[in-house]
């Protein structure tokens, strides 16, 4: 079930908001919140929220290390063991 089958105008959300946290808190996709015709927000539940956030830090190191890799900020895995044995021992 994709987004565009869960568009609902803010007074339905108004109207049923604990069927829809309900709905959510079981696993519901996703509510697109619609005001004027427009879409204006999401209504997820926490557990969905805190993974995304996860996934996207994730992804933001993952993006950080391509960038590293790509300027030469980067050391070979070869000889890291003796690298950090000196710097312990400054």
Same mark, same amino acid.
């Given at each position: 079930?994709?987004?565009?089958?869960?568009?609902?105008?803010?007074?339905?959300?108004? /109207?049923?908001?604990? !069927?829809?946290?309900?709905? %959510?808190?079981?696993? =519901?996709?996703?509510?697109?919140?619609?005001?004027? +015709?427009?879409?204006?927000?999401?209504?997820?539940?926490?557990?969905?929220? /805190?993974?995304?956030? !996860?996934?996207?830090?994730? %992804?933001?190191?993952? =993006?950080?290390?391509?960038?590293?890799?790509?300027? +030469?900020?980067?050391?070979?895995?070869?000889?890291?063991?003796?690298?950090?044995?000196?710097?312990?021992?400054?």
């Amino acid at each position: 079930m994709g987004l565009e089958t869960r568009i609902k105008p803010i007074s339905y959300l108004k /109207a049923h908001s604990a !069927e829809v946290i309900r709905d %959510l808190s079981e696993g =519901a996709a996703p509510l697109v919140i619609t005001q004027n +015709g427009e879409a204006k927000a999401v209504i997820q539940d926490v557990v969905s929220y /805190a993974e995304t956030q !996860e996934l996207l830090a994730l %992804l933001k190191l993952l =993006a950080m290390a391509r960038d590293d890799m790509a300027s +030469g900020r980067v050391q070979p895995l070869e000889g890291l063991k003796d690298r950090i044995r000196a710097r312990a021992a400054r």
